[in-house]
């Protein structure tokens, strides 16, 4: 089994694993391997980038912890559930695509309380819920509005509400911030850490942006290219993340091992 490199600060995490991936790979229709003997621990608390090449399989092992695809080996677990046998209990994690995908008919709040209507919970305590989160993402007023109304920054705002509303322990965010000019991008950092250290819970988040990952993380999980699995992991010592830390020494640093170890 190869495992990966660990860089790590001084500071070791202690904390308890959430989910652990164990020597999973994906073949897609027989021939295509998407993944190959990919393992990684997660802590809970933890916010942990992906990053690497395009087609290493990012999407795919997001696909596996949310329980829309099985592994072709391998196992992940979810606390004590294993995706081999059954399918993780998905009211524990949420998901936030590149696009917000809302419904365009439904106003935000609908769109945010989807989760909780098709769960069936009552409308009285959906919109108490749903307006909760939807201030908790800075959207408060916005209620009534219609997803075209909304810029597209408010709009992942959105879709970062809904995935939120059912209080995910584990929350999946594929390329969230992708197709963001790099202004609301940067303003959505912020509100994501914010709302990350608020909710305590546990992030993974692909990207292709390696500034990004470095800003966001507690750790970085380095893919290999195709058939992926983890090459390195970093972790990111605690700094406070403000405008400063871009400019730091450390920042540049940590961007530049990174990038050093793309696609090996
Ligand atoms: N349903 C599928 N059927 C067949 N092949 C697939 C399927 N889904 C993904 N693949 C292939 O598996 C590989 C990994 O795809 P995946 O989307 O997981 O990569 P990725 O790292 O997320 O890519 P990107 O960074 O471009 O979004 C690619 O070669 C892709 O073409």
Redesign the pocket.
């Known amino acids: 089994m190869k495992t990966a490199e660990v860089i790590r600060p001084e500071t070791v995490n202690e904390r308890k694993t959430l989910l652990k991936i164990s020597n999973v790979s ?1 073949v ?2 027989g021939e ?1 391997v ?2 190959t003997d990919m393992n990684l621990d997660v802590k809970e608390g933890e916010f942990i980038s992906f990053v ?10 997001f ?1 596996i912890i949310a329980g829309l695809s099985e592994p072709t080996t391998g196992t992940v677990e979810l606390t004590t559930q294993t995706s081999k046998k059954e399918s993780l209990d998905r009211t524990e994690i949420g998901f936030v695509f590149q696009h917000a995908t809302l419904l365009p008919w439904k106003s935000v709040l609908d769109n945010v309380t989807l989760p909780l209507e098709l769960k069936g919970v009552s409308k009285k305590e959906r919109q108490k819920q749903g307006l909760d989160v939807l201030e908790l993402v800075g959207l408060k007023g916005y209620e009534k509005s219609l997803p075209r109304q909304l810029s597209g920054g408010m709009q992942m705002r959105v879709s970062i509400a809904r995935a939120l509303v059912a209080k995910p322990k584990l929350l999946l965010m ?2 969230p911030f992708g197709a963001l000019d790099e202004i609301t991008r940067q303003n959505l950092h912020y509100e994501l850490l914010k709302i990350w250290k608020k909710t305590n819970m546990t992030v993974l988040f ?1 990207t ?1 942006n390696v500034f990004e990952s470095v800003f966001l993380s507690t750790k970085i999980a380095v ?1 290999s290219a ?1 058939p ?1 699995r983890i090459s390195h992991e970093f972790e990111v010592p605690e700094y406070e993340r403000n405008e400063d830390f871009r400019s730091t020494a450390e920042f540049s640093q940590l961007v530049g091992q990174v990038s050093k170890n793309l696609g090996h």
């Open positions: 994906k897609y229709n295509i998407a993944l690497g090449p395009s087609g290493c399989g990012k999407s795919t092992i696909k594929d390329e692909i292709h893919m195709r992926g």
